[in-house]
């Protein structure tokens, strides 16, 4: 893990979508510009061919998926079940971390495991850990 990496994830692990975002919103430009650049850079130097998040003992707590299941229903404005681009997008905005379509196309391309052009709630989250563990 890189160093803040973990002080950053310690401080919002009890927090709720809204803080989290808030939180991020906080963030200097130049802090922001590296999350853009992780969320963009998620798995591209070990992309994960296999990267299906199966069934696996999750590295979170129960508390802390479900935070991640509100999260990511916040995120699914259209109550589809699954993130598209445009909302990553939209809430990437919200949190003053633009990302241009490249970037949001990469960070598709690398978490959608099954390549429908949306992300699950289990990509979702292994899209999460990976960007935790950079």
Known sequence: M??????LTDSLKDASPAQVAETFGTLSAEDQKKVA??????????????AAPE???SALSEEQRNML???????DTDKSGAIEASELKAV???MNVPLSEEQIDGVFKRADVNKDAKLSFEE???LVLKSMNH
């Open 2 to 7: 890189g160093s803040g990496g973990s002080v």
């Open 37 to 50: 650049s992780a969320l963009a850079n998620v798995g591209e130097k070990d992309a994960p061919k296999e």
């Open 55 to 57: 069934k696996k003992d």
């Open 69 to 75: 299941k509100a999260a990511f229903e916040e995120i």
């Open 92 to 94: 990437m905005a919200k």
């Open 124 to 126: 979702y989250e292994g």
